[in-house]
């Protein structure tokens, strides 16, 4: 029963939001708000939306209606994600299957983490991602099967499209999605960035976009029980599995972004989560060239929000628990140097999962500009936009990464809920 009420709550939650879409003015502060619930950082703000989740449940019959001890057997509950290590074959069916009476949890996961040929297909629900090589990985994608999805409704439902979904038992990232793709080596992390149609991943043209990683306030992660996996760390032999507890996941526009930091890499910590509102040119600065496939070996970036004013002084700037959309940003961030890039045409690597035009690419040069002026070349996207000014924020409410916080968990309680009540 609680399980059917909270996806009960889940479900006003998604028509309410969608209403949000629709309707402009409010767009904003729904967006501001969910920020603030999702900054691991910041817990008051998710505190008070717990207890409005909290009145809004007492004034409900139906739920109040459980008997007490169906709370009390429930009392299982998930660690937080980061405290769950897998080697590859020992990976659980389901790494949060935890079921709770606490209106606040969102668990247990949509999906499984057990994941090979019988779970491969359009529905898959593999909640494994694998990141191995340029031609050999997955990114976190849509749910549902439908077209138009918002990641902001979905960010805990999230599963694994993969360039070769038969062999991670996944979806299979559909031809011409990723129209430009970057490999980036790193000592501390790998890196990867595209650009990419995500209409053919079933997402709205217009999705804002959002963050994926393995915290969120209630720190169990989105997707929730989500796991990642390469052999191509930096520490990693090219054949074993490790996992990688910490990452992060940006859609931006046309532009997406992964980044997976090495587990034996901790300090300085280059998978932080707490700049969901300023998309991949400010947490993964890279070239984002359309039509060029290829991989480097390159420096390491800022940590994020670190940089080095034109006076020689390092400063850090925090995001907040809100940004304005007219607050400017105090730098543009430095893309990092490169130097032995393998270009490729997409056919190679991304096999059927291409575009003719992708095939383009001729020359061996860098798409990795060192300079910075070329974090805008792709500037179609808001986020591109943003990084060229240098300047605003995310440009305008509906664009950059910050809607994302609108899916997260609490907050889609929330207005569930509040929705149960009209
Ligand atoms: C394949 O995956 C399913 C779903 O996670 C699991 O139940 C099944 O045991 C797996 N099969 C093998 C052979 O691992
Ligand atoms: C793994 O593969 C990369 C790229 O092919 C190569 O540069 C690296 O040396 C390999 N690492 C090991 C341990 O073999």
Known sequence: MAKLSLFALALSASSVLALDHAGGDHHWGVRAAAAAAESDTVTSAAHKASATVKEAVAASSTITAKPKAAAASASASALPLVSYTYSYADIPYMVNPYVSTDPDYRGPQSGYNICNSTTAGDDSRCQTLVANSISDFCIWGPAGTEKDQLLGDMEAATVAWCVDGEKWGARTIPPGTITGLQLMHTSAYIQYTMVLDITKLNFAADD??????????????????????????????????????????????????LKICDPSITDPFYCQNVYDLIGCNYNMPAAYEDKVFNECEGDLQDVVGVYTGTDGKTSTWSQGTALDPSSTLPYTPRIPASSNCKTYQSTEILGSATTSAGASATSGASAAASGGDSAAVTGASSGGSAAASGASATGSPSSGAGSLAVGSGLFALVAGAAAALV
């Open 208 to 257: 804002t976009g959002g963050e994926l990683d393995p915290h969120g306030a209630d720190l169990l992660g989105n997707p929730l029980g989500g796991l990642v996996y390469s052999n191509g760390l930096p520490t990693g032999d090219n054949k074993t599995l490790v996992q990688a507890v910490e990452w992060n996941m940006f859609y931006d526009g046309n532009h997406a972004c």
